[in-house]
């Protein structure tokens, strides 16, 4: 008989939970039974789960020793109140939002390092990265072999979904307003975010570096195992609701070989790969979608050791719950 787990999402509401029960059912997870948790006014509301409607309940109240696997879907904060509960009730965990310190959940992408997984020991615990790190990884990884990157600058565009459903519907209310002819407030976002861009997506530092750019730069480095690797990161708010489309340009050590990188991207499972003279988007293509979408590969103007390219991924779905479902499928897989 195959084993089957009793698992916990926390931030079942929200549209990564969501997205997350989704996959679990999608993807045929051994779930014995399932545990839709959720704090204030999200509580007492239902989803579908195999045929069956489940109540979202009551975080605060909840037994962690009745689960084996918790998944953190909702804030650094709910992750940082909880995770020592679920710790001490010898639950697995696997955090959403990057809350934890790397040596007390190291950052894992099934497709790039999961060898870390052998050096932890029950109860694990385990963080998804960012999407934009995810996204970026998975095509580092497909690389690898063949180009000694030095330097990777990424220009991240994120769907306005980065920000939860508040996200969405901001852009939403924002856009409705404007083509109505009406005035507005922004209210999320600290500026209008309909039909313009951002400049950054969260408040900087001293030094002009928002926290979403500096994590995504420590998560590539932790990734790759490369704490040296040089990385420059922007992250700028675009006007979409769903799907992260990013600029990455790479600087290896070595001129680099166009035709042997295109033939890489395209035998690699976790890519989409889209030739010459045409171009992924996160619209048309990538939202909805499992895999990472790559295109417009080209070497450097004047550069040979230059490598640029474009990716289109689905930030919610591939560069969130699926990311957390791979790592829980991995460990019942192996550990547990």
Not at 226 to 255: E, N, W
Not at 281 to 286: E, K, P, S
Request: aromatic fraction near 6%.
């Amino acid at each position: 008989m195959t084993r089957t787990f009793d698992i916990a999402v926390i931030g079942a509401t929200g549209s990564v939970g969501e997205t997350l029960v989704q996959l679990l059912e999608e993807r045929d997870f051994p779930v014995a039974n399932l545990h839709l948790l959720a704090s204030g006014e999200s509580a007492g509301r239902s989803l579908s789960f195999k045929g069956k409607n489940l109540r979202v309940r009551t975080l605060e109240s909840f037994d962690f020793s009745s689960v084996g696997l918790v998944f953190f879907a909702a804030s650094e904060a709910i992750t940082r109140s909880y995770a020592p509960q679920v710790h001490a009730a010898g639950c697995t965990l696997i955090d959403l939002a990057a809350a934890l310190p790397v040596e007390q959940a190291p950052r894992v992408v099934p497709e790039v390092n999961p060898q870390v997984l052998k050096t932890l020991s029950a109860p694990y615990q385990l963080t998804s990265p960012s999407p934009s790190a995810i996204a970026v990884a998975v095509v580092l990884a497909a690389l690898r072999e063949l180009v000694n990157v030095q330097r990777v600058a990424v220009t991240a565009c994120l769907a306005v979904s980065s920000r939860g459903r508040e996200g969405v519907s901001e852009l939403a209310r924002q856009t409705a307003e404007l083509l109505n002819g009406r005035s507005f407030e922004p209210q999320l976002f600290d500026r209008q975010v309909a039909f313009n861009l951002l400049a950054q997506v969260d408040a900087p530092d001293s030094d002009g570096h928002g926290a979403l750019e500096k994590r995504l730069a420590s998560e590539l480095k932790e990734l790759f195992a490369r704490p040296q690797l040089k990385v420059a990161a922007t992250c700028i708010q675009a006007p979409v609701f769903f799907g992260d489309s990013l600029s990455v340009s790479l600087q290896a050590d070595a001129a680099v070989d166009l035709p042997a990188i295109c033939a890489a991207l395209q035998a690699c499972a976790a890519l989409e790969y889209i030739e010459p003279g045409d171009y992924p988007t996160a619209v048309g293509d990538a939202v909805g979608q499992d895999v990472v979408y790559v295109g417009r590969v080209r070497g450097g103007q004047d550069d040979p050791a230059e490598l640029n390219l474009w990716i289109a991924s689905d930030n919610v779905r591939k560069g969130a719950a699926l990311n957390a479902v791979q790592l829980a499928e991995l460990l019942i897989k192996h550990y547990l």
